[in-house]
Nanobody, 115 residues
Framework: QVQLVESGGGLVQAGGSLRLSCAVSLLTFSRFGMGWFRQAPGKERDFVAAINWSGDRLNYADSVKGRFTISRDNAKNTVYLQMNGLKPEDTAVYYC????????WGQGTQVTVSS
C-alpha cells in the first residue's frame, strides 16, 4: 500500500512563501510522474502542478504559473512544491499523488493565506 505524507503547510500572509513536501513510500517512485493538487472548502480537488519521472518535464495550472515550482528528489522518494507570491485564493488543502491519481490520497497539508 503506497503511503503519501504531505507536510509543510501553514498560515502565511499574502505575498509570502511556503515549501511543501510529500514523502512517498514506493520502491518504484522514480518511475512515476507526480503531481500536486488542492481542494478549497466546498470546491473540487484541482490540479496544481506535475513533474515527470526524471524531473525535466513540468506542467502547471495557469493560476500558479510563475509563482509555484514543483521538483522531486528520487533518492529521497520526495516531491516538493515551492510556493512564492501566495494569494488568499491559494488557501486550500494540498495533496500529492501520481499524475494519474493512482494512489490512495494522503491526509494533505493545510495552506492558509491571509490578506
Amino acid at each position: 500500500q503506497v503511503q503519501l505524507v504531505e507536510s509543510g503547510g501553514g498560515l502565511v500572509q499574502a505575498g509570502g512563501s511556503l515549501r511543501l513536501s510529500c514523502a512517498v513510500s514506493l520502491l518504484t517512485f522514480s518511475r512515476f510522474g507526480m503531481g500536486w493538487f488542492r481542494q478549497a472548502p466546498g470546491k473540487e480537488r484541482d490540479f496544481v502542478a506535475a513533474i515527470n519521472w526524471s524531473g525535466d518535464r513540468l506542467n502547471y495550472a495557469d493560476s500558479v504559473k510563475g509563482r509555484f515550482t514543483i521538483s522531486r528528489d528520487n533518492a529521497k522518494n520526495t516531491v516538493y512544491l515551492q510556493m512564492n507570491g501566495l494569494k488568499p485564493e491559494d488557501t486550500a488543502v494540498y495533496y500529492c499523488n501520481s499524475e494519474s491519481r493512482n494512489f490512495r490520497w494522503g491526509q494533505g497539508t493545510q495552506v492558509t493565506v491571509s490578506s
